[in-house]
């Protein structure tokens, strides 16, 4: 019997002694502050470009009607989606989101089915990095008056002499050149806010009546620019292989590489006009 009290008496002064360790652990703890993490607010910086006074929309006056250019991007069917959120590398690619998009695949379960289905190198993705503008990209006219002979100011306008094609592109060579074009279109009018295409045209006729004064004993120059923006980031490439197994589908991208690439795409029905006087012909 004294035994058995003994251990009664062991085991419960162990017991108060763990209450009481725990209850001061818990006491530690609520005396420390809470931990608060703080986000980072969002940005709001807006990375438009600004469009300086220079620079006029001239597609209410452009004799050639440029046909709009809308972002090609493709909204994947929702298959397309699933598998796209397989893969180990973001895809972005419009033309390869059309082709699974065109795809269609019995999702019933098959006993053993394994099967590995190679697609082609693809470029997956386009990341920017710079996205500037060159207002005097392409000079596409150019007009003039001497007024040396006269005694007052003379005035004149933009017109526009001959019909102008402006063509932008890649700076250089690389792998699936439409497909990388389509991506940093998306991108570049994105970032920009612009009316964008890798081909404009200023027909022949086109006016503004925005008036320059040739001061007498001087020549007039009024020159017409197409601007153009200057888009740089990187390419991402990769093997893509559609991968099956049983009712489970999956993208697998594999020998993924990165390549720096360049362009420069022309902005729609604008252009940047300098004006210059001058007592002697340039």
Same mark, same amino acid.
């Given at each position: 019997?004294?035994?058995?009290?003994?251990?009664?008496?062991?085991?419960?002064?162990?017991?108060?002694?763990?209450?009481?360790?725990?209850?001061?652990?818990?006491?530690?703890?609520?005396?420390?502050?809470?931990? @608060?993490?703080? $986000? =980072? /607010?969002?940005?709001?910086?807006?990375?438009? #470009?600004?469009?300086?006074?220079?620079? %006029? +929309?001239? *597609?209410?006056?452009?004799?050639?009607?440029?046909?709009?250019?809308?972002?090609?991007?493709?909204?994947?069917?929702?298959?397309?989606?699933?598998?796209?959120?397989?893969?180990?590398?973001?895809?972005?690619?419009?033309?390869?989101?059309?082709?699974?998009?065109?795809? @269609?695949?019995? $999702? =019933? /379960?098959?006993?053993?089915?394994?099967?590995? #289905?190679?697609?082609?190198?693809?470029? %997956? +993705?386009? *990341?920017?990095?710079?996205?500037?503008?060159?207002?005097?990209?392409?000079?596409?006219?150019?007009?003039?008056?001497?007024?040396?002979?006269?005694?007052?100011?003379?005035?004149?306008?933009?017109?526009?002499?001959?019909?102008?094609?402006?063509?932008?592109?890649?700076?250089?060579?690389?792998?699936?050149?439409?497909?990388?074009?389509?991506?940093?279109?998306?991108?570049?009018?994105?970032?920009?806010?612009?009316?964008?295409?890798?081909?404009?045209?200023?027909?022949?006729?086109?006016?503004?009546?925005?008036?320059?004064?040739?001061?007498?004993?001087?020549?007039?120059?009024?020159?017409?620019?197409?601007?153009?923006?200057?888009?740089?980031?990187?390419?991402?490439?990769?093997?893509?292989?559609?991968?099956?197994?049983?009712?489970?589908?999956?993208?697998?991208?594999?020998?993924?590489?990165?390549?720096?690439?360049?362009?420069?795409?022309?902005?729609?029905?604008?252009?940047?006009?300098?004006?210059?006087?001058?007592?002697?012909?340039?």
């Amino acid at each position: 019997m004294k035994i058995m009290r003994t251990v009664l008496m062991v085991i419960l002064a162990f017991f108060v002694a763990t209450t009481a360790i725990h209850a001061e652990t818990n006491s530690k703890k609520a005396d420390k502050p809470p931990k @608060t993490t703080e $986000k =980072a /607010p969002k940005s709001s910086e807006d990375y438009s #470009i600004k469009i300086p006074n220079s620079v %006029l +929309n001239v *597609a209410k006056e452009n004799t050639y009607p440029n046909s709009t250019q809308d972002q090609p991007y493709l909204q994947p069917s929702e298959w397309s989606q699933e598998l796209i959120e397989t893969s180990n590398v973001k895809i972005e690619n419009p033309n390869l989101i059309r082709m699974l998009n065109e795809s @269609t695949m019995n $999702k =019933a /379960p098959t006993i053993g089915l394994r099967a590995t #289905i190679y697609l082609g190198e693809w470029p %997956l +993705n386009y *990341a920017s990095t710079e996205t500037s503008p060159n207002w005097e990209y392409q000079k596409i006219n150019t007009n003039y008056f001497d007024n040396r002979g006269g005694k007052s100011n003379y005035q004149i306008h933009y017109v526009q002499e001959a019909q102008k094609v402006v063509k932008g592109g890649l700076t250089a060579k690389v792998p699936h050149a439409d497909d990388v074009e389509k991506m940093m279109l998306i991108k570049a009018m994105d970032k920009s806010k612009l009316p964008l295409a890798f081909q404009t045209i200023i027909g022949a006729g086109t006016k503004k009546d925005q008036v320059y004064n040739i001061s007498p004993k001087r020549l007039g120059y009024l020159y017409a620019y197409a601007p153009a923006i200057n888009e740089k980031g990187k390419v991402t490439y990769g093997e893509v292989f559609l991968v099956m197994k049983g009712t489970k589908r999956t993208i697998v991208v594999k020998n993924v590489t990165s390549q720096g690439v360049g362009a420069f795409i022309p902005v729609q029905d604008h252009v940047h006009f300098g004006f210059m006087a001058s007592e002697n012909p340039r």
